[in-house]
C-alpha cells in the first residue's frame, strides 16, 4: 500500500512520458491486488466491481436444491378431499397399490384375510380392485397362489402344495373367495356349483328402491354389441315373454340359441334417501349377472356401477342430487364411486356331510355409504 502511495505521489511531478506510463502501470497493478484482497474476504465484492454474478458456493446449491424439492412436493400432493370423495381417493390408492405391489406383498395381505381353511379348501375374503384371474395388466390373485400356497405351508422348502381358484368374482366386487387345495377337491366344487347346491349370497346398495320388495328375477341374459361413437359389448336381457299387441298379456317368444339362464332372488333389506340394502341370492352363474338384472329387471342400478347404468354409451353413473348430497359427491367425482357389491355369506356342503358356512364382513367403504345414505344393517335392527 506505501509503495502505491509513493507511486501516486511521483504521478504529479513532471516526468517523461514513458517514466509516467510505467508510474500509472505499477499504480494499476497495486489497486488490482488490493481488490483481490477484498473480494477474497467478502465473495460479493468482486462481482460487485467487475460487474459479474457472484461464483454459486455449494451450500447455497444445496439450499436452491431442497427449495425447489419442497416446492415440487407441495404442488403434487393433493388438497385434502373431505366426506365420500376422500373414501374414493383412499380406496383407489389402496387397490392400485395392490395391484402393483410386489407378489409377496400381496400374498402376505391375502394370508392374513383367511376366513376358512380345511384339508380341501381354503376361503379367503378378497380385495376390492384385484381381479382374479389372469388376463389383465395389473396383477391377479391367480399369479401370487403359488407364494401363498408356500406361505400356508410354513414356507417350507419342499411344498407341494397347491391352491386353485374355484367359484370367482368379479374385479371390483369383494367378499369370500374359494380356493381349492388339489384337482380332485376343485372338480368337486365346480360340480357342487353346478348342482345349485353352493348358497351364495350378496348384499348390494342400490340406487332406487325395488317393487315389489322381494321377488324373483327369471330372465335369460345375452351379450350384444352397442352401436355408436364408441361401440362397446354389454350383457343385455333377453327375455322369452313380450308384451302382446293389445298390452293385456303376454306371449312367449323363442328364446335367443346364445342366451345364458339366468335367476337371481331379491329382497330389500333397508330403503332410506332414494337407495336400498339389497340382498341377491343368484342361482344361476351367468357373466354379470346381478348387475344385469338390477339395472334393466327392476331399474334399480347397483351404486358405482359404471358399466349398466346406461345401455347405449360408456359414462359415469348419473345419480339424482338428492344421492349426491347425502354421499358429499359432486356429480364429477361420481366415475370415482367404487361398486358396491358384496358377497356376504358362502355355503356349500363339506367333504365330511357338515355344511361350510363362511360370513364376510363388510368393507369399509360400504360400511360408510351405508351410514351417509341412513341404511341399516339387518342385524341392528333386530338389537
Not at 424439492?69 to 373414501?87: H, I, L, V, Y
Not at 414356507?155 to 386353485?164: E, G, I, P, V, Y
Not at 368337486?188 to 340406487?207: A, F, H, I, M
Request: proline share 7%; aromatic share 4%; with cysteine.
Amino acid at each position: 500500500m506505501n509503495s502505491c502511495r509513493r507511486l501516486a505521489a511521483l504521478t504529479d511531478r513532471t516526468f517523461s512520458p514513458h517514466i509516467l506510463i510505467l508510474a500509472v502501470k505499477s499504480r494499476t497493478a497495486c489497486l488490482g491486488r488490493s481488490q483481490s484482497t477484498a473480494a477474497h474476504r467478502s465473495p460479493d465484492s468482486h462481482a460487485a466491481v467487475a460487474g459479474e454474478k457472484p461464483r454459486l458456493r455449494a451450500i447455497d446449491l444445496a439450499r436452491k436444491v431442497q427449495q425447489e424439492k419442497a416446492k415440487t412436493q407441495a404442488a403434487e400432493t393433493p388438497r385434502p378431499a373431505s366426506g365420500s370423495q376422500g373414501r374414493v381417493a383412499e380406496l383407489k390408492r389402496f387397490s392400485l397399490q395392490l395391484q402393483n405391489v410386489h407378489p409377496n406383498v400381496l400374498a402376505k395381505h391375502l394370508h392374513r384375510s383367511v376366513l376358512y381353511r380345511d384339508k380341501d379348501v381354503v376361503i379367503i375374503n378378497k380385495p376390492y380392485g384385484v381381479p382374479v384371474r389372469d388376463g389383465s395388466e395389473v396383477m391377479s390373485i391367480s399369479s401370487v397362489l403359488p407364494v401363498l400356497s408356500k406361505m400356508m405351508d410354513g414356507m417350507k422348502a419342499r411344498s407341494d402344495s397347491r391352491l386353485l381358484p374355484c367359484l370367482s368374482l368379479e374385479k371390483d366386487s369383494t367378499g369370500p373367495l374359494l380356493l381349492a387345495t388339489c384337482e380332485e377337491a376343485a372338480e368337486r366344487v365346480l360340480g357342487l356349483s353346478k348342482n345349485n347346491e353352493v348358497q351364495r349370497k350378496y348384499w348390494v346398495v342400490t340406487v332406487g328402491v325395488p317393487v315389489p320388495s322381494e321377488g324373483l328375477i327369471d330372465i335369460p341374459i345375452l351379450e350384444k354389441e352397442v352401436s355408436g361413437p364408441q361401440p362397446h359389448y354389454k350383457m343385455t336381457l333377453s327375455p322369452c315373454f313380450k308384451m302382446n299387441d293389445a298390452g293385456d298379456g303376454l306371449n312367449k317368444i323363442r328364446s335367443h340359441r346364445q342366451a345364458h339362464p339366468a335367476v337371481t332372488r331379491y329382497r330389500v333389506l333397508d330403503s332410506s334417501s332414494g337407495c336400498s340394502l339389497v340382498e341377491l341370492q343368484p342361482f344361476t352363474g351367468a357373466k354379470h349377472q346381478l348387475r344385469v338384472h338390477m339395472a334393466f329387471a327392476l331399474a334399480c342400478p347397483i351404486l358405482g356401477d359404471h358399466k349398466y347404468s346406461h345401455w347405449n354409451k360408456l359414462a359415469p353413473q348419473k345419480l339424482p342430487e338428492r344421492v349426491l348430497k347425502k354421499l358429499g359427491l359432486e356429480q364429477s367425482k361420481s366415475r370415482h364411486l367404487p361398486l358396491h357389491l358384496h358377497e356376504r355369506q358362502l355355503t356349500l356342503p363339506g367333504s365330511d356331510q357338515e355344511s361350510i358356512s363362511v360370513s364376510c364382513p363388510l368393507p369399509k367403504f360400504f360400511m360408510q355409504t351405508l351410514r351417509r345414505l341412513q341404511l341399516t344393517l339387518p342385524e341392528s335392527k333386530d338389537n
